[in-house]
């Protein structure tokens, strides 16, 4: 796939952080971790990825902002570009050493995210999307899946942890669409969630309680797979209120029925 120069070194930030992670995957038993909230944990890897990430990204373009997960955000004087970066998705797994977490980097435009790179260092799959461009992992187009009925259609989902989301409403949620689908998933990585629902392996996705940087580079590689996002309301502000529903054109619209049952009990 042809890439763009701004394209080109978010990939090479994403490989250069994954490349950190993955050494430090290997000594996870190792490193010293601190607690930054109940069942929120924060590494050295993770700092350092982060570092790697930033220093790639504003070497090339010094006056675009910069929001992480770790850093916070850094408003830039360009004032119409914006970095969104999340360096390690799915830091639980990574200290459990579960290999299912990825680097994620968003470049947003006035408000719209416009490029986005997920890359898995364990798997070595590299997923990117520009708009207008396609969805690739490892330069091969993917395409959200086909399904048509939640029946045949395998789902994502975020589960609330201690001290985070509202569990009695995931519960009723869950309760809505368990029983109508053909399985569930909680992988535990949301950018890894979105990538596989523009890769068309899992058909459709929700999740509630997520950060800008969960999230962004994972809309537009389902936008670009052919796929279909919404926030919970069935709006477009995904970004702004933490919450996503995603899939193929049917199921999305499958599936938020499905929730919005909720609020009918």
């Known amino acids: ?18 490349r950190s992670l993955t050494r430090d ?8 971790v601190s607690i930054k909230g ?14 790697i990430v930033r220093t790639e990204l504003m ?39 579960i290999p299912q977490f ?22 070595d799959e590299l997923y990117v999307a520009e708009k207008g461009g396609g969805a690739f992992c490892n330069d091969r187009r993917i395409r959200v899946s086909a399904r048509r009925n939640l029946a045949d259609a395998v789902i994502g989902c975020g589960v609330p942890h201690l001290g985070r989301g509202q569990h ?50 994972g809309l537009i590689l389902v936008r670009e797979a052919g796929g279909f996002v919404s926030d919970a309301k069935g709006g477009q502000q995904c970004l702004e209120t933490g919450s996503v529903v995603a899939g193929n054109e049917m199921i999305r619209i499958a599936l938020y029925d499905q929730l919005q049952r909720r609020l009918e009990k």
């Open 168 to 217: 009695g409403k995931f519960l009723v949620e869950l309760r809505h669409v368990m029983g109508e689908v053909a399985g569930i998933r909680r992988l535990g990585a949301a950018s890894l969630d979105l990538a596989y629902v523009a890769a068309g392996r899992l058909d459709g996705y929700w999740e509630e309680g997520l950060s800008a940087w969960d999230m962004a580079a």
């Open 59 to 97: 070497r090339a373009r010094p006056t675009y902002g910069f929001l992480g997960e770790e850093g916070g955000e850094e408003t830039g004087t360009d004032g119409q570009h914006r970095w969104i970066v999340d360096p390690l998705d799915g830091t639980t797994n990574f200290l459990h050493g």
């Open 25 to 32: 995957f290997g000594e996870v038993q190792n490193l010293q």
């Open 38 to 51: 109940p069942a929120d944990f924060v590494s050295q890897a993770d700092v350092k990825a982060e570092k």
């Open 1 to 18: 796939m042809a890439r763009s120069a701004l394209l080109n070194v978010m990939v090479q930030a994403a490989l250069k952080a994954g």
């Open 102 to 123: 990825a680097v994620s980097i968003a470049l947003e435009r006035s408000g719209e995210v416009v490029a986005g790179v997920i890359f898995n260092p364990i798997l």
